[in-house]
């Protein structure tokens, strides 16, 4: 597929998932979905056609797969569509499961179960607006709807420059677009106590079982999947667990995460053998921590502990004792981070990260306005810093990605989105938290009611969002993580519900 085809598929696909994100009209969002998914795959399908040419060869065992597979995705929807909870829930379990595959001479680990489910509840979705006769609006957070739009857009116009297009149009295919979707379908759901209760179920029980393995492969001294981190285990005093996860880092953000939302938990619990369950929980999920070794995960807990302290107890005490905190877990980094005594030096500590925050300053400021292209930081760092076969190309910090990336005007998309995602997480919140002046038991009991579950799903899931925010920042990976998406789109119609009910009647 030639470059021009990539770009042009891009921004189609972009425009589609705007409109499904914009639509007001639940059948209008329907054909959007439809469309933007099906212009996704049709790119990655050009992607990958070399790759397929020993499938190709057999057209027979070809149309038998596409079958085999339509099939399978169609009984899901319709499953889904009896099951209505199912969606929401299967999208939750999925989100942590990669398979590698190879697309476009490269092997990747892409979120495969991830997919069918997406497509599966695209399909569903389709059928139930089709069928239905009345078309009932999403609830709206339109400030962060609009920056979603605007940052997928201008992701896809951006690779018309790009100096690796082919890397921009699967970044846009495997995951802007279908987790525009995801995010459509999970912010269309009436999430009652109940499902959001479900939901945390899910997410916390893979992560315990994440965080055995983690520590099981501590104990063994034996990982999965990847070489490279047995080569860096044997190389180094230190071992890093990196689970049924290829990256010990996404790891470590899957199960930061979950600890964070545990937190919340534990800090609004009223019942104390309740209580002692998730401190057992959070306990598990620490040493899995632990067993990852990840410093941008541990931050990232703090934070999202921190933000929870400050709705729970007092913001303004947060504000002054979580720096101090924070600076002390940031000066045992660097005295204890060094492995060795060639790790003395801030480059070593941080894993070179010092060396590619300062060839990614130097890209910024070569194109500061409109920067490099979409996916382009890679490349345009190997080619500036004539990198050697097998060294780290890749920025791990989402403010400088963007900035050599997607310059001046990334930049400001990313700030405006950062601001929408801060608007939806914390508008009405001082009627709900403490911290910031609400009455000591204006949640009420989550365990007793759906206003309750509701209450504490919105501070969790803002707790949990600071703690991915930071994570990015330390390690990159904000919009190509499903976990951004996810969080928002749950954190969405709980905003605008909360939203509506504070109105005056007649308002």
């Known amino acids: 597929m030639s470059e021009g085809l990539q770009v042009a598929g891009c921004i189609a696909a972009a425009i589609a998932a705007s409109g499904a994100l914009l639509a007001t009209d639940r059948r209008l969002r329907a054909a959007a979905l439809v469309t933007s998914v099906a212009v996704a795959a049709a790119l990655l399908l050009g992607e990958a056609w070399d790759e397929l040419q020993p499938v190709r060869d057999r057209p027979a065992l070809f149309a038998a797969g596409v079958i085999a597979g339509g099939a399978a995705v169609t009984a899901l929807a319709l499953g889904i569509r009896r099951r209505p909870l199912a969606m929401p829930l299967l999208l939750v379990a999925a989100l942590p499961f990669r398979v590698q ?5 490269e092997e990747a680990n892409l979120l495969v179960p991830l997919y069918v489910v997406i497509g599966a509840g695209v399909l569903a979705y389709a059928i139930d607006a089709a069928s239905r006769g009345d078309s009932r609006q999403a609830p709206q957070a339109r400030l962060l709807l609009i920056a979603l739009s605007a940052a997928i857009l201008l992701y896809a116009v951006q690779a018309s420059y790009s100096e690796d297009v082919g890397f921009a149009t699967r970044n846009v295919g495997f995951f802007l677009i279908p987790f525009a979707a995801m995010f459509t379908l999970l912010a269309d759901v009436r999430w009652s106590g109940r499902a959001l209760g479900l939901a945390l179920a899910v997410l916390v029980a893979e992560s315990l079982l994440f965080s055995l393995v983690g520590v099981g492969q501590r104990i063994t001294g034996e990982i999965f999947w ?7 285990n044997e190389f180094h005093f230190y071992f890093r667990a990196n689970s049924l996860f290829w990256d010990p880092n ?3 953000r899957y199960v930061a995460l979950a600890a964070v939302l545990v937190v919340a938990v534990v800090m609004w619990t009223r019942d104390s053998r309740r209580l002692a369950f998730f401190a057992g929980v959070l306990a598990v999920l620490l040493a899995g921590l632990i067993a990852g070794l990840s410093q941008t995960s541990f931050i990232a807990v703090l934070v999202g502990s921190a933000v929870l302290c ?9 504000a002054v004792l979580a720096p101090v905190a924070l600076v002390g877990l940031l000066s045992g980094v660097i005295v204890l981070g060094g492995s060795s005594e060639a790790e003395d030096e801030a480059a070593e500590v941080s894993s070179g990260r010092t060396t590619l925050f300062e060839g990614g300053w130097e890209l910024f400021e070569r194109r500061p306005v409109i920067g490099h292209g979409s996916a382009s930081f890679s490349k345009a760092f190997t080619e500036q810093e004539d990198v050697g076969e097998g060294k780290t190309t890749v920025a791990h910090n989402e403010p ?9 005007v990334g930049l400001f998309a990313y700030a405006a989105l950062l601001v929408g995602s801060a608007w939806t997480l914390l508008a009405g919140m001082r009627g709900l938290a403490p911290g910031l002046g609400a009455p000591a038991d204006a949640v009420g009991d989550p365990a007793g009611s759906d206003a309750g579950a509701r209450a504490l799903a919105r501070i969790a899931l803002a707790g949990a969002f600071a703690a991915l925010v930071v994570h990015t920042i330390g390690y990159g990976g904000f919009l190509s993580d499903p976990l951004t998406w996810a969080l928002l789109a749950v954190a969405a119609p709980l905003s605008a519900a909360a939203t509506r009910d504070s109105r005056p009647a007649g308002a």
């Open 226 to 232: 990847n070489p490279a981190l047995e080569r860096s």
């Open 250 to 252: 996404i790891y470590g």
């Open 101 to 105: 595959i190879d697309v476009g001479g």
């Open 400 to 408: 400088l990605t963007v900035a050599a990336e997607q310059g001046v």
């Open 310 to 318: 400050g709705l729970r107890w007092s913001a303004a005490w947060t």
